[in-house]
């Protein structure tokens, strides 16, 4: 049992169709200077024009970019192989003249030498000074210095014989170099390995940062998004079915955008902003992508928080470039989805951090609204869930000048979704759409989405090339009552399980103008032991009193049928109390459904009634009052149940049987006449629209 209002599901978008479209001129002029190359782009587009002469402009600059990379890359490259020359260069041993060695190695102070041609390293016993060259700043430098090794070269037209001198002395003559140098070709190859070393963590570090969106080490960074072909993505109002009279309120945008002129004539102008108001997954998105493509026309579309970054200003940077890069290739659409992200109404207290930079974005994006005047062909659209916590100064005229309600479809606009999201299924002859909208009230476009999507890979585990109607019966009960568990149920249990589960069909039966039972389970569904469904034959936009305490009365049956099978109570009524004081609580608190209580609204959403100025005892009243409307429904539901004992016995018996029973076999079993079902689709189907 739920609560009597249609439920909020999330949306899954219309499947998108590819469509051959002609290219559309750019009919604007470019503003005075272009964003920063660097400054991040969280939005998609969708049907930019192309451009000859800026995709020319933009190889350009590309171009001009690569050469300035590679100027700065050798130009690096020289530095790190100076430096590292320079480096050997001061660390390579003293030079010595070679009357000097001859002088050491007499003296016995020669440990060993490698020679190269005509130059010599080597390496002495003991330090010894350094002799002077006739330079006076070099002997300033050198004075009191000593050395161990050095590097002399040998005269050609020396005539001694140095290497028996050497053996003489104990010198170690040596094959390979005394002093490790890595030479100029060395110097050359480091230089080379530590730049693309760099390079490439450079590169990793930023791709890194891309990927995960900016943030504090990336500074809000993101990397530029690829705009997207039209050709591949491009919606139009083909693919949004079940909200007519939303795209009839959208139409007249279409239109300014095709012939602005026709409006310009009477002096009338776009509106600035349309915003799409409305439960998820009824088609908020869809709609705005739709009627870009419907105008034929660029489409920018970005989720507000993507604005929002750790260090202020980001956001009214992104906002100003979003805009920008919009009047570039006007007329055009920009698209923010869940607004209330950045435009909750401010508070008159300034916070830092987190609430500063959503201000300041809300801010660049008023300021932003305002610059038009209504002759660049840019219109705003937004899209939220919350539309009460706007800020009231992005809700005026002249900023967001429009405000659309998308509503869930009716029966008549649920058949024609599900005819959308089947033109790619291939179907049975047996398949009944208008059936499987009659029993999926309150269900948006995600919703039935998400039941073809179902029956598809029903079909698609049994290797089949056809989707049946019991596929979408059983992928809607899968979807409605959850998936099947295969618990071990003792007996017993299962039989109070049959009990509790009859109780809720047999009320739902006998309770004059209460939902129609659909189906009843006894298998494990969830977290639930048993689950009973009861939906109504259309669609229903008003409750009254006598409804309410039916759907309580019912929501108690499955407690009212152990109280008097077993005469105990236990824990699977859990969920039900929860629904039954939900309701009892909105009849008295909201809807004015208690005479102590009055017409009045005692209990708001998400805000505390003290808060309001309610008293305690108005709250007290409201709690006594739930009470007493709990306590009737629940003595009702007894009574009814024991009067028709027999009844509630054989749904019990056929349940431990069969374990699930559908419409037709409870109503037979129960010996109960269905009542007549309201069929609103043949009285609606000529216009579209259904009777309310």
Not at 301 to 309: K, N, P
């Amino acid at each position: 049992m739920t609560d009597p209002q249609p439920s909020h599901q999330a949306e899954v978008p219309t499947p998108e169709r590819s469509t051959d479209e002609p290219r559309r001129p750019n009919h604007s002029q470019a503003p005075s200077g272009p964003p920063p190359l660097d400054s991040p782009r969280p939005w998609r587009t969708e049907g930019l024009p192309k451009d000859s002469k800026g995709d020319d402009d933009k190889k350009d600059s590309k171009k001009s970019r690569m050469w300035r990379f590679w100027i700065i890359a050798g130009l690096a490259l020289l530095a790190v192989w100076g430096l590292l020359s320079w480096q050997d260069a001061r660390n390579a041993p003293p030079t010595i003249a070679y009357t000097e060695f001859v002088a050491q190695v007499e003296a016995g102070n020669v440990k060993e030498v490698y020679a190269q041609g005509d130059t010599i390293q080597g390496e002495l016993n003991h330090e010894a000074p350094l002799p002077s060259d006739g330079d006076d700043q070099d002997d300033a430098q050198k004075k009191d210095a000593n050395y161990t090794q050095f590097s002399t070269e040998r005269p050609t037209f020396a005539q001694d014989n140095l290497l028996a001198e050497l053996q003489d002395k104990g010198a170690v003559v040596r094959a390979t170099p005394v002093v490790e140098q890595r030479g100029t070709v060395g110097n050359l190859v480091s230089s080379l390995l530590l730049w693309g070393l760099l390079i490439g963590v450079s590169i990793w570090a930023f791709r890194r940062i891309a990927k995960s969106g900016g943030g504090l080490g990336g500074f809000g960074m993101q990397r530029e998004v690829k705009p997207i072909e039209k050709t591949a993505v491009r919606v139009n109002f083909s693919d949004v079915a079940g909200i007519d009279e939303v795209k009839e309120q959208v139409d007249e945008i279409v239109d300014f955008l095709k012939n602005p002129d026709k409006y310009r004539r009477v002096g009338a102008r776009a509106p600035r902003g349309v915003l799409l108001e409305g439960q998820p997954g009824t088609g908020k998105t869809l709609l705005a992508r739709a009627t870009a493509g419907e105008a034929d026309v660029p489409f920018f579309t970005a989720s507000a928080s993507e604005f929002i970054e750790m260090i202020v200003g980001v956001g009214a940077q992104r906002v100003r470039q979003l805009f920008e890069e919009a009047k570039k290739v006007a007329p055009a659409i920009i698209f923010i989805d869940e607004i209330d992200a950045i435009g909750r109404a401010r508070g008159s207290s300034r916070a830092s951090g987190s609430n500063d930079e959503r201000e300041q974005t809300l801010n660049q994006i008023l300021t932003e609204m305002d610059g038009f005047d209504g002759t660049e062909g840019l219109v705003v659209m937004a899209a939220t869930n919350r539309s009460d916590v706007l800020d009231p100064a992005l809700t005026r005229p002249g900023r967001f000048d429009r405000v659309i309600t998308v509503s869930p479809p009716d029966q008549i606009g649920r058949e024609k979704i599900l005819m959308v999201h089947t033109r790619e299924i291939p179907l049975a002859a047996d398949v009944n759409l208008k059936a499987l909208a009659q029993t999926t009230p309150g269900a948006t476009g995600a919703d039935l989405a998400n039941l073809a999507n179902e029956a598809a890979l029903r079909a698609a585990r049994r290797n089949d090339t056809l989707v049946y109607q019991s596929d979408f019966t059983n992928a809607l009960e899968q979807i409605q009552l959850g998936v099947a568990r295969s618990v071990l149920i003792p007996e017993e249990e299962k039989r109070r399980t049959a009990y509790h589960e009859g109780g809720h069909a047999l009320l739902g039966m006998l309770q004059k103008g209460a939902d129609p039972v659909r189906k009843v389970s006894i298998i494990p569904r969830g977290q639930a032991l048993g689950v009973t469904l009861s939906t109504p034959d259309s669609d229903r936009y008003g409750y009254d009193e006598q409804y309410l305490r039916g759907r309580i009365v019912g929501a108690l049956g499955g407690m009212a049928a152990e109280a008097a099978v077993y005469g105990v109570v236990t824990t699977g009524a859990e969920s039900d109390l929860r629904a039954a004081t939900s309701i009892a609580r909105q009849m008295v608190g909201k809807w004015g459904m208690s005479t102590k209580v009055g017409p009045m609204t005692v209990l708001f959403d998400d805000v505390n009634p003290r808060d309001l100025g309610i008293s305690d005892e108005t709250l007290s009243v409201v709690d006594a009052e739930v009470r007493v409307i709990i306590s009737q429904c629940h003595a009702k539901a007894v009574t009814l149940l024991n009067e028709h004992r027999d009844k509630l016995d054989a749904i019990a018996r056929e349940l431990l049987i069969k374990e699930t029973l559908d419409e037709a076999e409870v109503y037979q079993v129960a010996g109960i006449e269905r009542p007549k079902q309201v069929d609103l689709h043949s009285e609606s189907v000529g216009n579209g629209t259904a009777n309310q």
